[in-house]
């Protein structure tokens, strides 16, 4: 069967990893058994990604970046170099915790910086952004920008990823001019042309 995929001969790949058409695998990576890779990824340099992660399509991942058993990461997600994602609370080398692993779900659109450390059994929001070096203890709302140590509410970015100002009750982007609103729950909407969030 013809691989779909582009893999540079120094990485170690699973017969059993199922990787997606176009992904490109850069060198010295390796990708362990029952891990999934969607399509038109961007695996850089020394990334490792165990069984039983789920990456989905369109996801770029740079260099020196572990994905441990519980992490998924959905489509279009940006994961910055050196990130480091966990999967036990509290390790001990000479206790065994696997029935312990905690999920972590990094969801659609979102962005960690470079450096930042994501502590297992959160969930990162749609398009939010992770600061360079951030390190986050809770979930992350959808939108949120995440800075410092411990990970603290700075405000929140557009889709493309520039800061939102907020005017009144609107939150409105001077990049790409899209607009948002909080609702009851305090969540961030994106406001369409018909005036519906």
């Not at 969607?38 to 789920?54: D, M, P």
């Not at 059994?121 to 411990?150: E, F, K, S, W």
């Amino acid at each position: 069967m013809k691989r779909e995929y582009q893999a540079d001969a120094t990485s170690l790949i699973s017969e059993q990893a199922r990787i997606g058409r176009g992904t490109r695998i850069w060198q010295f990576c390796n990708i362990m058994a029952d891990a999934v890779i969607g399509e038109n990824c961007n695996i850089g340099q020394n990334v490792f990604i165990e069984s039983g992660v789920h990456v989905g399509d369109r996801v770029k991942i740079k260099n020196n970046v572990a994905l441990y058993q519980g992490v998924v990461c959905e489509d279009d997600v940006f994961l910055g170099p050196n990130c480091v994602f966990t999967n036990v609370i509290n390790p001990r080398s000479f206790i065994e915790r696997k029935k312990e692993f905690r999920q972590t779900v990094v969801k659609k659109g979102a962005t960690i910086g470079a450096n930042a450390t994501i502590i297992c059994g959160n969930t990162i929001g749609r398009y939010a952004m992770i600061g360079a070096g951030a390190v986050v203890t809770h979930d992350v709302g959808d939108y949120q920008l995440i800075v410092g140590n411990p990970g603290r509410v700075a405000g929140y970015v557009c889709v493309c990823g520039e800061k939102l100002q907020q005017e009144g009750g609107i939150w409105q982007c001077r990049g790409c001019g899209r607009r948002y609103r909080r609702d009851d729950s305090e969540e961030m909407e994106e406001e369409t042309q018909d005036g519906i969030y």
